[in-house]
């Protein structure tokens, strides 16, 4: 029944490494979301995408890039990472368009999450 | 958006209702109170939503005050598999709206 798959649970990488996130959902959803979760801060939000092939910047964007060419697949990039982007990495995704019940744009699935740890 | 308060955490006893506050004192008439809750090492999980009128699902309550300042998050019977952090986020809906999650509120379930 998993709806938002991440490719990996657990990644180790070293410094200056560039690093794919990847992000599948099955529920045909237009939106689709990247947030990073640190103790303490909580969940910031990276980037974000309504729609194939485009992309906007949420709250944290530097040091990451995104790649939305299927509905279904968002990706997070590290192109060259570092140690202070070892954390959590959560993706999401909810429909786009409102309507009834729970369709709203507000309701997103998540996926499990990806811990990164740069060394 | 409006900004929403949470205590930092609370407790409750295996199968009694847990109920957990949140202040939104400046909720404007177009934002909806949503609520997520995040278990340990997992991905946040969409509980409960509403504008005005008090809301039920088969996870939870959710009653807002009348003056919507406020609102009460009800598990009926709490479980040892309801501890978790619980965030409650106020945003106006639409196409294009992103949600902001806040520390929340830790929910400690005691058998």
């Known amino acids: 029944d998993v709806k938002v798959t991440q490719s990996s649970r657990y990644l180790v990488k070293r410094t200056g490494e560039k690093v794919f996130l990847e992000c599948v959902q099955d529920?045909?959803?237009?939106?689709m979301f990247w947030y990073r979760q640190d103790p303490g801060l909580g969940l910031r939000l990276i980037y974000f995408?309504?729609?194939?092939?485009?992309?906007e910047k949420g709250d944290i964007p530097e040091g990451y890039s995104v790649s939305r060419e299927k509905k279904e697949r968002f990706s997070l990039i590290l192109e060259s990472a570092s140690t202070n982007q070892t954390s959590m990495y959560l993706c999401?995704?909810?429909?786009?368009?409102?309507?009834?019940?729970?369709?709203?744009?507000?309701?997103?699935?998540f996926g499990a999450g990806s811990r990164l740890t740069v060394l | 958006d409006a900004k929403t308060t949470q205590p930092p955490s609370m407790d409750c006893a295996e199968g009694r209702a847990a109920n957990l506050p949140c202040n939104h004192s400046?909720?404007?008439?177009?934002?909806?109170v949503y609520w997520y809750r995040q278990i340990h090492s997992q991905g946040p999980q969409y509980i409960i939503h509403?504008?005005?009128n008090n809301e039920t699902n088969e996870m939870a309550s959710l009653i807002i005050t009348e003056d919507r300042k406020s609102s009460t998050l009800i598990l009926p019977h709490a479980t040892l598999r309801d501890t978790a952090v619980y965030y409650c986020?106020?945003?106006?809906?639409?196409?294009?709206?992103?949600?902001?999650f806040g520390k929340g509120i830790t929910l400690s379930v005691r058998p």
């Open positions: 999401a995704s909810s429909f786009r368009r409102e309507g009834q019940g729970i369709s709203g744009a507000n309701v997103l699935t």
């Open positions: 529920m045909d959803h237009e939106n």
């Open positions: 995408s309504y729609d194939v092939k485009m992309k």
């Open positions: 400046t909720i404007s008439g177009n934002e909806y």
């Open positions: 509403g504008l005005k």
């Open positions: 986020i106020v945003r106006v809906t639409g196409a294009n709206s992103k949600l902001t």
